[in-house]
């Protein structure tokens, strides 16, 4: 049974290392990296790899290894709180909506149909507009875009969970509706929301780049892998290499990231294995 | 049927109004004083009391909403600060840039995903089902303005067969318009079509077990009959959910790629306002972006209701 033995399963295997890369090298940019990832240097700009610097060095001469490491950091930061956000109103709104049923339901629904109009980059253009562009603003930008699938997934579950015997019994027992919810109906829940969870994190990664990239989301010197790309365009026929490792490291987080979601999705649902 | 659509038209209508308030009180409430923005630190105190009047914000804010809910169902999105010319009149002209875009992305997006699904599907773990999940993980998890970034390094700063971006507009041919949305569509429709590639795989796999598939073939039906009449037709629901997420996410997408190929559409009107501080226009293109993104999502919604009747009538 792959049940039992996870690692014989070879997307979540891989999935598991890849992602066990990325924390390792933001964890290890955090202590070192070969060179400070802001120090300039006028006499080496726009080289190629190296010797000294193996992923080469932007327009400023900045080492872009040092600075694709320490980018892990910001792309995990702001994705592991994005999805934080989208989880926790979601399951807000899918609980609240699930376990009143009637108009409010109506209403959060229709509320939870309008945020889905409302994609990352929208988001983001918007809070821009009023707010300083910077982390902030992708982390909540990208956070309200998973709100609607966190929200109907709680949602149906509630639906499904609220007739079952043991809830019925519950509150036939005398509990209340907040026992009801987070004692009984909650916990049953969470299997699909994990999954979501995980699959959203890879979504996110990207999102936070794309924000980057725009200007709207992480702001220089902070290094930040879609702010890098934007960087890199400039320079495309003078270093073309300069382009291809931070996206490189975006391409490779994701695969990672989405394997360990594909994996645990099998894994946890021994329907679909 | 007629029911169905109804409900879905009154839930369409609620769901706009949400759209509305949202971009209202993002634009109106969290900063507090739009009239400062515009002014900014330069602007004298009596000049920016002078445009609050102007603007209407010293009224009570339901009255504010009404008014611009008003005259935004007539069209009009007020005007634009930067250009001094209505915010609708902006939007229908950098419309021709970026509707072109998604479509041409989506096309791409259908024409690759929905034959590689099916062909995945019905070569289940053989060869070429194994490929074509291999490219689609690859396509899932780059970035579709890397890909475009690395369209643009292979095809015009090495073989420099085309600009690099840049759109001189439709009055110029539509042979040489398409050829500059091309390179930013593929871009655009390859992320797109790897997601669907795998809903489509799945759906069809998901058939394939059924039952009245098995019925199919053991009644000595083509291989092809049971495939096209049986098996893709019953497992479009799911993929036209997909595909119908993905169109709003084309629309989104094609705001990235505008930048990377400078593409003067929708998103380089709102990237460029938010630097001039022209809140009309952010509000208006977010609202109508967000709007189209919703109505798309309706007309799906929509299309269940066609394609199966058991959902009419629950």
Avoid: C
């Avoid at chain 1, 980018?71 to 994705?79: D, F, K, M, P, R």
């Avoid at chain 2, 040489?176 to 799945?202: C, D, N």
Wanted: charge should be positive; aromatic fraction near 8%.
């Amino acid at each position: 049974m792959a049940r039992r033995r996870p690692f014989r399963h070879v997307t979540f295997t891989l999935g598991a290392g890849l992602t066990l890369a990325l924390v390792a090298t933001a964890a290890l940019s955090l202590v070192y990296t070969p060179v400070d990832p802001l120090a300039m240097s006028i006499t080496s700009r726009l080289q190629g790899p190296s010797g000294g610097h193996p992923f080469g060095t932007d327009q400023f001469g900045r080492d872009v290894l040092s600075r694709v490491m320490t980018g892990a950091v910001t792309s995990i930061a702001v994705g592991l709180i994005a999805v934080g956000i989208g989880a926790a109103v979601g399951m807000l709104l899918g609980l609240s909506s699930g376990y009143a049923g009637g108009w409010l339901d109506e209403i959060l629904m229709r509320l939870v149909d309008a945020v889905q109009g409302f994609p990352a980059i929208l988001s983001a253009l918007l809070f821009t507009a009023v707010f300083s562009p910077g982390m902030l603003v992708s982390m909540t930008a990208i956070g309200i875009a998973f709100v609607p699938a966190f929200a109907r997934l709680t949602r149906g579950s509630v639906l499904e969970l609220r007739e079952r015997e043991f809830v019925v019994a519950a509150r036939a027992l005398g509990g209340g509706a907040g026992r009801l919810v987070l004692r009984h109906i909650l916990p049953n829940s969470l299997p699909p929301l994990i999954v979501q969870a995980t699959t959203s994190f890879p979504v996110a990664i990207l999102a936070e780049a794309a924000l980057a990239y725009l200007g709207l989301g992480t702001q220089p010197p902070y290094p930040s892998w879609g702010l890098m790309l934007k960087e890199a365009q400039n320079f495309l026929s003078l270093n073309p290499w300069f382009a291809v490792f931070p996206g490189g490291a975006i391409a490779l987080t994701v695969l990672g990231l989405n394997f360990l979601g594909d994996g645990l999705r099998d894994l946890l649902d021994p329907k679909t294995a | 049927m007629r029911r169905y659509v109804a409900r879905r038209v009154a839930a369409l209508a609620a769901t706009l109004l949400f759209v509305s308030l949202l971009v209202f009180l993002v634009i109106r409430i969290l900063p507090g004083d739009p009239a400062a923005l515009i002014m900014g630190i330069e602007g004298s105190r009596e000049a920016t009391e002078r445009l609050r009047e102007s603007m209407g914000l010293n009224r009570p804010l339901a009255v504010q909403y009404v008014d611009w809910l008003v005259h935004a169902l007539r069209g009009d999105l007020g005007r634009s600060i930067q250009y001094d010319v209505p915010v609708g009149e902006l939007i229908l002209t950098r419309l021709p840039v970026t509707l072109p875009l998604a479509l041409l992305a989506a096309a791409f997006m259908v024409a690759v995903a929905i034959p590689l699904g099916l062909y995945a599907a019905t070569h289940h773990r053989r060869g070429g089902d194994y490929l074509a999940m291999i490219v689609s993980q690859l396509g899932i998890s780059i970035p579709q303005f890397w890909s475009g970034l690395l369209l643009i390094l292979f095809f015009s700063v090495t073989l420099g067969w085309v600009r690099s971006g840049g759109f001189d507009g439709w009055s110029a041919g539509v042979w040489a318009a398409l050829r500059a949305l091309l390179l930013p569509a593929v871009a655009l429709g390859f992320f797109q079509a790897a997601v669907l590639v795998r809903a489509t795989r799945s759906a069809v796999l998901d058939v394939l077990r059924e039952d009245y598939v098995r019925t199919a073939r053991a009644k000595g039906l083509r291989e092809r009959v049971v495939v096209v009449k049986h098996t893709f037709r019953n497992a479009l629901i799911p993929i036209v959910t997909v595909a119908g997420v993905q169109l709003g996410q084309l629309m989104a997408g094609a705001i990235v790629l505008e930048s990377v190929f400078a593409l003067p559409g929708l998103g380089r009107l709102a990237l460029g306002a938010i630097s001039a501080r022209d809140l009309p226009v952010v509000q208006g293109v977010t609202l109508f972006v967000a709007s189209s993104i919703v109505v798309i999502n309706f007309a799906v919604d929509v299309a269940y209701g066609f394609l199966d009747p058991r959902i009419r009538y629950e």
